[in-house]
């Protein structure tokens, strides 16, 4: 029998071979194709329909001021033109570089091709009213997102940016296929839980499962601001499948970290999923800790604030950051700086000035009946953050800057003057308007657009700048997926009238992806 089998193979070899290298490679394709098409069917089997929550304001918007108009069309303008860049030279890549003007990727997105920009920025495509280039983003993802990938991505990165871009837009537009890719997405996150803990991996691999953490993360440990920000888009997941297995898993992180002893009521940015145990005792608003706290308050507000557990957590924290974190300057600015082993150091990042929008967003409701103090604390915020950008040559803002030894709201070090084209100032900005229609806000925020479309754009898109303080600086020539997702939406919204995505009814998440208030 093997003699027999082994000559069937010899004779199929041989009519292969006397086939050209064309007909070949096409009875490959074909056979590829049949995989591919067979993989589909079995995952898109439509999912269990659930009633749609309230969704209000997603066609509206226009101002009544036609000088705010022209603003708010200036900003669609600008999107048009990191849109169109990326669609020419860097379409299915996650980024594009605009001077080389090809595409661009980093290692949160692993080594595939996910088209990281088509997906960040489909929802603010969608509320700018671009639905042409809507359109042509859902065709590609519908045609070639595909998550069956050997490539190790961020768990934090890939939800925030992709399931809750996917599910921003399903809820937005009513297109099933976006809805089927989050739920296809989410399920090839699940294995980053399994850790003697069920506190996630920072990192997985998509085709085998196998997660790990970060080298650099202090002994071996997972991050606050990355496992602490899965909370809203899982439990949309859970809504639209009807399958707790995502509600729980966030929900185990939650009361893991409820029974955890905090050093000064304070919560370290570093956590190791295997023993449980703190690592190094940082904790910060900014990079590290910052969106942990933002889901805090956001998963009581988009539970129509019957998450009562998730409200007190956020008060004790807030309380006890203000107490140990948040100084005045000499010069008599509000920072918020960062605790470092039982130190204060005295520096505040670019990342850290979103909490501004953060407190004003969590006034109402506050402990102790304290909503006046939280929008003063957040308008204090907002105005450092604006001076951090008014003290610098481009009106941009430097990563971080520090106040200490005389310097205030200004970044010393050579290593952190740069800007990458994030939200988080304007972000502030947009909150803050929407609660006290102060014109400043929308003045800063126009400040704003003209800084980024001088000395950001170029001809092939936009890129972020090294140095702020420099009048010829140079660019690092990046276009990041949030300037579409974030800085641009934060812009366009600022212009708008507050009936576009009303804050009643949308629950923004930390990449600027708004989701429906469960209610
Ligand atoms: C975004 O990806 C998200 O806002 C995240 O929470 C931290 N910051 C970046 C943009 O600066």
Redesign the pocket.
């Given at each position: 029998k093997i003699r027999a089998d082994h000559e069937k193979a010899l004779e199929e070899a041989k009519e292969k071979l006397k086939k050209s290298r064309d007909e070949i490679q096409a009875e490959i394709q074909t056979e590829k194709n049949k995989v591919v098409q067979e993989l589909k069917k079995k995952d898109s089997k439509p999912l269990p329909p659930v009633p749609l929550p309230n969704l209000i304001g997603i066609n509206s918007g226009e101002p009544a001021d036609p000088d705010v108009r022209e603003k708010r069309n200036k900003v669609k303008e600008m999107m048009k033109h990191a849109w169109d860049n990326y669609r020419k030279y860097g379409w299915g890549h996650n980024e594009l570089k605009p001077i080389a003007r090809k595409g661009h990727s980093t290692n949160i997105f692993g080594n595939s091709q996910m088209g990281a920009t088509i997906v960040d920025a489909l929802d603010t495509l969608y509320i700018m009213g671009l639905h042409d280039e809507f359109r042509e983003g859902q065709e590609w993802i519908d045609k070639n997102l595909d998550f069956s990938v050997n490539s190790e991505v961020s768990v934090?990165?890939v939800n925030?940016?992709f399931i809750g871009g996917l599910l921003a837009a399903y809820y937005l537009s009513g297109q099933e296929v976006f809805k089927i890719k989050a739920v296809q997405l989410a399920g090839k996150l699940l294995p980053a839980f399994n850790t003697p803990t069920g506190i996630p991996w920072a990192m997985v691999n998509l085709k085998s499962g196998v997660g790990r953490n970060w080298g650099w993360a202090s002994a071996g440990s997972s991050i606050l601001?990355e496992f602490g920000?899965l909370h809203m888009e899982f439990v949309h997941l859970s809504y639209l499948t009807g399958d707790p297995v995502y509600y729980n898993k966030v929900m185990h992180i939650r009361k893991l970290l409820q029974k955890m002893d905090r050093p000064n009521g304070l919560y370290p940015n570093y956590l190791n999923p295997r023993t449980g145990r703190w690592g190094q005792h940082h904790t910060s608003v900014g990079?590290l800790g910052?969106?942990f706290y933002?889901y805090l308050l956001k998963a009581w507000l988009m539970s129509d604030k019957m998450d009562t557990e998730a409200r007190k957590m956020y008060d004790d924290a807030i309380e006890a950051i203000e107490k140990h974190l948040i100084r005045k300057s000499n010069g008599g600015l509000t920072f918020i700086g960062e605790w470092k082993n039982g130190h204060l150091e005295r520096k505040m990042g670019?990342?850290t000035c979103?909490a501004g929008g953060m407190f004003v967003l969590g006034a109402d409701g506050s402990r102790d009946d304290k909503a006046g103090h939280y929008l003063q604390l957040g308008a204090e915020i907002a105005h450092t953050c604006h001076e951090s950008y008014d003290r610098t040559t481009l009106k941009l803002g430097p990563e971080a800057f520090k106040f200490d030894g005389g310097v205030e709201a200004v970044a010393v070090r050579q290593n952190e003057k740069y800007y990458?084209?994030?939200?988080?100032v304007i972000?502030t900005y947009w909150y803050m308007w929407r609660f006290t229609h102060d014109p400043k806000y929308r003045q800063w925020g126009w400040e704003a657009v003209q800084a980024i479309d001088k000395y950001c754009r170029v001809s092939g898109g936009f890129s972020g700048v090294k140095d702020v303080y420099s009048s010829s600086p140079m660019y690092d020539d990046v276009q990041?997926?949030?300037f579409l997702?974030?800085t641009l939406k934060y812009l366009y919204l600022l212009f708008s009238s507050d009936d576009l995505l009303p804050l009643d009814n949308w629950v923004f998440n930390?990449?600027?992806h708004p989701l429906p208030v469960l209610h």
């Open positions: 934090f990165e925030i940016r601001a920000t990079g910052d969106s933002e670019h990342l979103f990458i084209l994030r939200p988080e972000e990041q997926s949030f997702a974030e930390t990449e600027a």
